[in-house]
């Protein structure tokens, strides 16, 4: 199967919560997370989202590429953030003042120069900005292993989204093997004509516009079909009356705990934000 | 094929949302598995034209949609967890052109080829800032690293691919629809 979802029951405690639990208590703890700039602070919530990834019983084999995709956006981040653009979203603070490494380069003929000015207080920021980037990526990451593609439209339904939207998401999950399904129809059909799409050749505009035999035929097979889901479910009346699910959704006192816990971290950040911590930190030890 | 208004968002509306969204995850998905060569580390998704099509062809809710929903599934899918600033980044490639919806009247016409593609780019361009912006706040990088490490090459690679296929849809599409009397 080219397309397939990467879900499959663990017998986890966290799947045992309620999908929307899980959903606002991800969504308090990300706001409670952007309020930090302090490491101490950072590194709590990030042993809090670890501790979660390990309660869904993920593997390392399981959500590597995930984490590779994460480093690789990181470290490209955090790089240029440090070395080139050399500034920082909080302020001149980050210039700092305590020098670890300095460079000047001039061009050769126009003269510009660029200067690499590394302080302690931009490398810090930078293993902030990690630990910071690293809690939010572990805090989402389990979603997508622990949660059943099935119960998406109930989810959302139950936290509020309009039945229509709510239905469209359930839909969406449902094409997805239709489609993936065709799209190996269309793929084989175009290698029996002598295409290869793993040869194609050219630049890059040419790579791009060589891929129209496949995405062509997929989408336009998937539009004619449309009209015939549309014409089935408005005969069915469809969207005249609130609609019932086949996943049923209910709250459990561990699923109030567990949004109650997320909602004391929220307002317990507001509340230190408010009380002036939490604000960018160097350790002391690395000024002297 | 009757047009209604542009914010309506009826049962074909809902149906096209769902098959925009789902073509949108599986595109992505297959083509990132069938490891098309990029040139200049460029990589190659052309799947980005079609929440912009669907926008041109089925209004704004429906390009939205297609991109939003499309980007959480195709990261479901690739395990990659969930990016919210960057799955409304995507729906709003798809949201923007489909601001012309209702001037779309014939899919061949060089005119409305070109409207298109001006939307594209704009959808593009809104899309991407969009979420490249929000890794200020999320990433704590500054506005400079955002612009070099997010916005552009994502702006960049999304725009060169609407630009090419989106016509050559708009084109098939334009046909199919003839032909199927709808």
Redesign the interface.
Known sequence: M?????YRPRSSLIERLDPRARWIF?ILVLFAI?MF?DVRFLLFFLALTLGQYLLARLTWR??R??WY??FFI?T???V??TL??S????GAVLRGTHTVFFHQFTMPVTGWSWEINLTVERLW?AV??VV??LS??AL??????TMD?RQYGATFRGMGIPD??A???D??????P???RD?QVT?DAQRARGYE??K?EG???T???K??P???P???N??????D??NA??LRC??LHKRTWIERLAYHWPDYLWIGFGALLLLGSIALSLLGYGKFWVPQILLQ | MEKKSLWS????E??????G???Y???S???N????????N?S?R??V??PM?FGL?FGPWVGL?SGL??NV?S?????????PWWDLGNGLMGFVPGLIYLQMTDFRALSDIIKAEIMVVVGAAVGMFVASIS????????F???M???FFPSFISNA??GL??VP??MV??AA?RGR?G?
Do not use: K
């Not at chain 1, 989402?140 to 292993?145: E, G, S």
């Not at chain 2, 809902?14 to 098959?19: C, G, L, N």
């Open positions: 080219i397309v397939s979802f990467n991800s952007t700039w399981e959500t590429r995930a995709f994460v990181m490209t981040m955090v240029v953030n080139i653009t500034s920082g979203t909080i920021f902030t900005q910071r980037i939010i990526s989402f990451l389990v979603i997508p292993f593609p229509r939207l239905y469209t998401l839909l969406a999950f449902r094409f997805v239709t489609l993936g799209f793929l799409v793993e194609v630049g890059l505009l790579q791009i516009r891929m129209a496949l995405v062509v997929v989408t336009m998937a539009i004619l079909s449309g009209e889901y549309a479910m408005d469809f969207g | 968002f009826g049962t074909r809902v149906v096209y949302a769902a098959i969204a789902a073509l995850a599986v595109l998905v297959a083509t598995f069938l490891q098309i060569p990029a040139a200049a460029v190659i052309p799947a034209a079609i099509f062809a949609i929903v499309g599934i990261d479901l899918v690739s395990g990659y967890g969930f990016w890794e200020i706040w999320v990433s704590g990088v500054d400079a690293t955002s070099a490490t997010n060169i691919n090419i296929l050559i849809l098939a599409y199919v199927s709808r």
